[in-house]
């Protein structure tokens, strides 16, 4: 556990009188490598296993019983791609922790996922912009990793880019059917995008040193978002507000009610097998 | 595919065996093509195919009665198949791992593909998958009373496995051979399904008998609730069947509900064994004369509560279905509204070209 470093610098902490000091300064070592893969590889882990838990909770709740297998077909390809990753994740931290005991007995503090995957489902209008802007950072993501120099990452990118792929046609042709559809699927389209639209912006942030660095991906990601939008008759908000945090493990208030449900059973029985 | 690594068990396989025989002989039957034409007297042909033990196809003139039948028995085999999603469904978000996770979500998305094919063979009888929604949405036909029960622990998802597919598998294998080609044909594919839900529900209480003291213990609580729930799924005595007449001279259906309850028992008590569980029932015993097990019928006056809307769950999962679909409304509206649009902006432009 120790291997975790915060990286938000140093931060004011308040003191009884109300006023404000500076923080004992935390030095970290420069991250080893190993460590520093294993935050990545935990960040896009964690985003899956995420948006798989989010898309699993419409089973059996969809607009339309097709709608329900395509659901529950996307957060299966979440979930195996989580999988993979915290496999992987597991592996480069080299303590013995399985797919398990990273999904299973991590608090919300150690989760690296972004803040997009852990907001709640709200309408269906809400659920395609967040798989929208999900599928949109994904694929590009995963072409690039599946060309990387690690060869697990670069398998796991293999296979998971044919699967987003399908993920943003499904996203891109619901955004476009309910935004250009009836009056009240525009509206509800409309304050989808208008909600989910800052989060993407963690997504991107430059990070030099990762084996992909986010801050390439930004140009696909635009262009195909606003294709999408204009196609759809969707207005790009606008707004500077970028709320950030996920990768740091600094949710939502979501993210602990989400992993709650996730985790009962599992911590429930320690030590059991399933 | 699904895990298989516990003991192997020969009645399982032995249904599977059926369902492949039952599909070989519905290629049989196709390729032997069928005597004579409808020709002048309908009905006279219609009973020639099922004594022929052919299949009747949507096109063909069937007796309204018989239509009538398999329009009620096919959709209330759909409308079961998808609020049959949602007791498991209930589990999803909470499985223990993720690969029980990825299990389960899968067994509940065949479970709404199975209603998707059911929907779809019911339509080629003349209805639409609509009609029959709005029929069972206003409570007009019936869904198994099985998924009336509540899944109050992770176990109920091995023993729904075990014995409700389980239950499932043994009613739907005879109807792999039933009389209308296009049921038959959906229970083939169908069966095949079911067999590896029933295998890894097994599983699933396997690995919890063999557990930690309180898995073993959320496993036998488990099968003790959902033990006569689970009989009662082959429906009221046959003294007492009111359809079962009929369907068999058509041969809708094969065995009467006692015939497949036994077979059900029968194929149980072994199983259990194995794993080391107890079926509630201290009347069990086998009977060598009958070369079967004797066995405590279930209540059938709280089957008929059940059916009638006075099970746990029954208000429950109606307003479940109710609020998905009252829900996705706009949705469905939206793509309706824009499939038209983009089909009248192809039309205008085709017109342009033709102009131009
Ligand atoms: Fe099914
Ligand atoms: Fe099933």
Redesign the pocket.
């Known amino acids: 556990m120790t291997a975790y470093v915060e990286q938000t610098g140093p931060r004011a902490v308040p003191t009884a009188s109300g006023t404000t000091s500076a923080a004992p300064e935390l030095t970290p070592a420069a991250p080893e490598p190993v460590t520093k893969r294993f935050e990545f590889v935990l960040g896009l882990a964690d985003d899956a296993l995420v948006a798989a838990q989010r898309l699993a909770e419409w089973c059996t709740r969809g607009p339309e019983m097709e709608e329900d297998i395509a659901l529950s077909n996307i957060a299966l390809d979440q979930l195996g791609a989580a999988r993979l990753l915290l496999t992987y994740a597991g592996e480069l931290e080299g303590a013995g922790r399985d797919e398990d005991a990273l999904a299973y007995r991590r608090d919300d503090r150690e989760f690296r996922n972004c803040l997009l995957v852990e907001l709640p489902n709200g309408d269906f209008a809400v659920t395609m912009a967040k798989l929208l802007f999900l599928a949109a950072y994904q694929v590009p993501l995963y072409t690039a990793l599946a060309g990387c120099g690690d060869e697990r990452l670069a398998a796991i990118g293999a296979k998971a880019r044919k699967e987003s792929a399908y993920h943003l046609d499904h996203a891109s042709l619901w955004v476009r059917r309910l935004g250009d559809g009836t009056d009240e699927s525009h509206r509800r389209m409309q304050a989808a995008v208008d909600e989910v639209w800052p989060y993407p912006h963690e997504l991107l942030t430059p990070d030099p040193t990762a084996p992909v660095d986010p801050a390439t991906l930004r140009a696909d990601f635009d262009s195909v978002v606003s294709s999408v939008l204009t196609e759809a008759t969707l207005t790009v908000p606008e707004t500077s507000w970028t709320p950030a945090g996920g990768r740091n493990g600094v949710h939502t208030e979501h993210l602990s009610y989400l992993l709650a449900e996730l985790q009962v059973l599992h911590r429930a029985h320690p030590g059991a097998s399933w | 595919m699904y895990g298989n690594d516990f003991p192997a068990d020969d009645t399982s396989s032995g249904l599977l065996g059926e369902v492949e025989a039952a599909e070989m002989a519905l290629r049989e039957a196709a390729e032997r093509g069928r005597h004579g034409a409808a020709g002048a007297d309908p009905a006279a042909y219609f009973t020639e195919v099922i004594a022929a033990d052919q299949k009747v196809e949507p096109r063909d003139w069937m007796p309204e009665s018989y239509r009538a039948t398999l329009i009620r028995q096919i959709a209330q085999h759909a409308h079961s198949e998808i609020i049959?999603m949602q007791p498991e469904g209930n589990w999803i978000t909470r499985a223990p791992s993720l690969k029980r996770k990825a299990i389960l979500l899968a067994?509940v998305q065949?479970?709404a593909g199975?209603g998707l094919y059911l929907y779809a063979a019911a339509e080629t009888l003349g209805v639409s998958r609509d009609e029959l929604v709005d029929l069972l949405l206003a409570g007009r036909q019936k869904y198994s009373s099985i998924f009336n029960y509540p899944t109050l622990s992770w176990a109920d998802m091995g023993t729904i496995g075990w014995l409700v597919?389980g239950a499932?598998i043994v009613n739907q294998v005879p109807l792999c051979r039933c009389s209308y080609g296009p049921y038959a044909r959906a229970m083939i594919r169908i069966c095949k399904?079911?067999s590896f839900?029933q295998r890894q529900g097994y599983e699933i209480l396997h690995t919890l008998a063999h557990g930690t003291p309180a898995q073993r213990e959320m496993a036998q609580d488990s099968v003790n609730r959902w033990w006569y729930p689970s009989l009662a799924m082959f429906g009221p005595p046959d003294t007492d069947s009111t359809h079962s007449a009929q369907s068999m001279a058509w041969k809708i259906k094969r065995f009467s509900n006692d015939e497949l309850r036994q077979r059900f028992v029968d194929m149980c008590v072994g199983q259990a064994e194995v794993l080391g569980l107890t079926l509630p029932d201290p009347a069990l015993c086998w009977n060598d004369e009958r070369g079967a097990y004797d066995f405590t019928q279930p209540d059938y006056a709280e089957l008929m509560r059940v059916i009638k809307g006075a099970g746990p769950c029954n208000r429950q999962r109606m307003e479940h279905r109710r609020r998905s679909h009252r829900e996705g409304a706009w949705v469905r509206s939206a793509a309706a509204a824009y499939a038209a649009k983009q089909a009248s902006k192809k039309e205008q432009a085709s017109r342009k070209e033709r102009v131009a």
């Open positions: 049959g067994k065949d479970e199975h597919d499932a399904e079911e839900h």
